[in-house]
T-cell receptor, first 109, second 116 residues
Framework: KQEVTQIPAALSVPEGENLVLNCSFTDSAIYNLQWFRQDPGKGLTSLLL?????REQTSGRLNASLDKSSGRSTLYIAASQPGDSATYLCAASLVGLVFGKGTKLTVNP | SAVISQKPSRDICQRGTSLTIQCQVDSQVTMMFWYRQQPGQSLTLIAT?????????ESGFVIDKFPISRPNLTFSTLTVSNMSPEDSSIYLC?????????????FGPGTRLTVL
């Protein structure tokens, strides 16, 4: 059974800092790995999708990497802003998605 | 991408009653999923609802409790039956435009259910 773990559970940083969120999964037989952000009271916003054959994907200030063999993915956020404050979820795709518990990020002005 | 709407956005229900949640997509999609997010927890897959076939339920979820309909390629419903306070959660539908498990999954805004 696939299990997804995210570290740290919470992170507080000053504005402008670069940061890394970590995600690990137990079963490397995944189709892809997807990163989302969830804002309080709102649904999920898809940030990045990394196919199982890919090593990384970039979108603006976000960069996600995938190492299937070690069961790890990281989300790098450059020059963090207060608007980045949210809970970040990673999810491994088999048929549906298996989610981690998320990292709650607070960026302080 | 896809634009997904859910109804109702929130509801407060009495124990023992049932609630049907609707999920509407702005384009035809083959693959649709239902998830639950219990308070303080992450999302858990309830079932896969593909048009033209019976829904496939994950371990711990049964059809009698969570019946699903998928009458066409743009619409699905999830019913939460004989509710108890433990069913208080956010229920979300998601779709994979273009089909295939390799593609990006998009989520609706969720239905926040409180059972008294």
């Amino acid at each position: 059974k696939q299990e997804v773990t995210q570290i740290p559970a919470a992170l507080s940083v000053p504005e402008g800092e670069n940061l890394v969120l970590n995600c690990s999964f137990t079963d490397s037989a995944i189709y892809n790995l997807q990163w989302f952000r969830q804002d309080p009271g709102k649904g999920l916003t898809s940030l990045l999708l990394i196919q199982s054959s890919q090593r990384e994907q970039t979108s603006g200030r976000l960069n996600a990497s995938l190492d299937k063999s070690s069961g790890r993915s990281t989300l790098y956020i450059a020059a963090s802003q207060p608007g980045d404050s949210a809970t970040y979820l990673c999810a491994a795709s088999l048929v549906g998605l298996v989610f981690g518990k998320g990292t709650k990020l607070t960026v302080n002005p | 991408s896809a634009v997904i709407s859910q109804k109702p956005s929130r509801d407060i229900c009495q124990r023992g009653t049932s609630l049907t949640i609707q999920c509407q997509v702005d384009s035809q999609v083959t693959m649709m999923f239902w998830y639950r997010q219990q308070p303080g927890q992450s999302l858990t897959l309830i079932a896969t609802a593909n048009q033209g076939s019976e829904a496939t339920y994950e371990s711990g979820f049964v059809i009698d409790k969570f019946p699903i309909s998928r009458p066409n390629l743009t619409f699905s419903t999830l019913t939460v039956s004989n509710m108890s306070p433990e069913d208080s959660s956010i229920y979300l539908c998601s779709v994979v435009p273009g089909g295939g498990s390799y593609n990006e999954q998009f989520f609706g805004p969720g239905t926040r259910l409180t059972v008294l």
